[in-house]
């Protein structure tokens, strides 16, 4: 496994501030939130994009995914989601991004199913993926892995698998990764206080099934990008993502196959 980390955890740091945080830590990747807080974004111009790509890849990183916030299945017309989506993988391809994080926003895989359809071709196109986060009204890996199977596009789309979502909404982390696994692209860690408190706490002190989860990924021999998805954009009063940023690590380290 490689370790990222999501620049989603270093709210007000710039991207320089950023690539040292990944760098100082072991980190072989970043994991970009597309947000104009980051200065990384579809509206970037072509020598902005230039200058994202260069720094990054000077210090010896690479981009694991783009977090973006498009939501595939939400409710309303296709054009604006789609329009959003073929944009952020633009987006990567000039980045060098493999893929592009998308939310359900929704609960209706065919509405879904029909927009990855749509944006294939753009993505096979660009050499980029769609990857569907286990998130709001998707949580557990059941109800992406549906999502994936009806669009049906295998090269072009992927399944993020965050480890707190479908444990907190009751599905065991060996049914979500059974349900994911022909469609596992990324791995996104974190812990939190419960299941009813999501208040991020420090690898290993919270309740989120991290060991049996580690476990079931090397016995997998998953080998791919796990991101650090530290959130404290939402929660300001938790420590600095430096802090937490070793006991990811050492997660990665323990249970790399």
Known sequence: ?????????????????????ATGHGCQGLELRLHPDTGVHAGLDERERASVRERIEAAGLEISALAGYVGICEPGSDEPVIEALIADLRLAADLGAPGVRVFPRGGDPSVGARRLKAVSGTA???????LVETHDEMATGAAVAALLAEADCPGTTGAIWDLLHPWRHGEPPARTLAELRPYL?????????????????PMGSGTVPLEESGELLRAAGYDGWVSLEWERTWYPQVPPVEEILPGAAGWVRRFSA
């Open 1 to 21: 496994m490689r370790l990222a980390v999501s620049t989603l955890g270093m709210p007000g740091e710039d991207l320089d501030r950023a690539i040292e945080i």
């Open 124 to 130: 096979a196109d660009l050499g980029r993926r769609v």
């Open 185 to 201: 692209g990324y791995v996104q860690v974190k812990d939190a206080v419960s299941a009813q408190d999501t208040t991020p706490v």
